[in-house]
């Protein structure tokens, strides 16, 4: 690994490190309507966490902090094979990090209820696998279009991460109570990994995937100005 990858993958182990550690804790601290603001503080605790996270990382890495965004700028040509395998590595590690010192902090019953996983009403799912799939792909959609329009598309306007952690905000708002609004791999794979829940755990997979490639295609491939050299 070249200096310059290395110093793009710290970049990205540091700004995902951040969005988990940020994530597990708020949804601790804001389960208790008593104590928190319950799905509006997870919101916007996640939105603000990506927002600043993308602010500092962009210079460096172009902070994708998400394998999700990093593989929809693989199919949209912003990157390639080998660097996209590097990013997913360092994501996947911070996020594991992060998880692992919540876990310290806050207990593993913590970290389990921090990872996504379809919402139960009464014993009963809210969503099916399906419409789990669906709903993280089009959240991910979402997502991985504003990245294109407000960082990587030479038109966008410089807005730092701030339009990338308000989609991140929004999306929660509307998918949190039936998928928890994960959107990133990431976001599930390291608190699964350290609390070993991994209910349906591929849902956080296939959908963000889905989402990232469709962005790609769709901006990256066809509305874009002007591709940058990955």
Known sequence: MNSNLAKQCAAEFV????????????????????????????????GLAIAVMV?????????????????????????NVKKTIAYWIAQLAGATAAALLCCSLLGKAAVSGGTPDISVNAGVPVVSVVQAITI??????????????SAVDVRAPKVGGLAIGLTVALDILFGGPLTGAAMNPARTFGP?????????????????LIGGALAGVIYGRFLIKESKTA
């Open 192 to 208: 699964a990994l350290v609390s070993s829940h991994w209910s349906n755990h591929m849902v956080y997979w296939i959908g963000p």
């Open 55 to 79: 602010s500092a990382t962009g210079a460096i890495s172009g902070g994708q902090l998400n394998p999700a965004v990093t593989f929809g700028l693989l199919i949209g040509g912003q990157m």
């Open 15 to 46: 700004g995902t490190f951040a969005l988990i550690f940020v994530g597990v804790g708020a949804i601790a601290n804001n389960s208790s309507p008593a104590v928190g603001m319950g799905l509006l503080g997870v919101a916007l605790a996640q």
């Open 136 to 149: 993280e792909a089009v959240l991910t959609f979402f997502l991985v279009f504003v990245v294109y329009g």
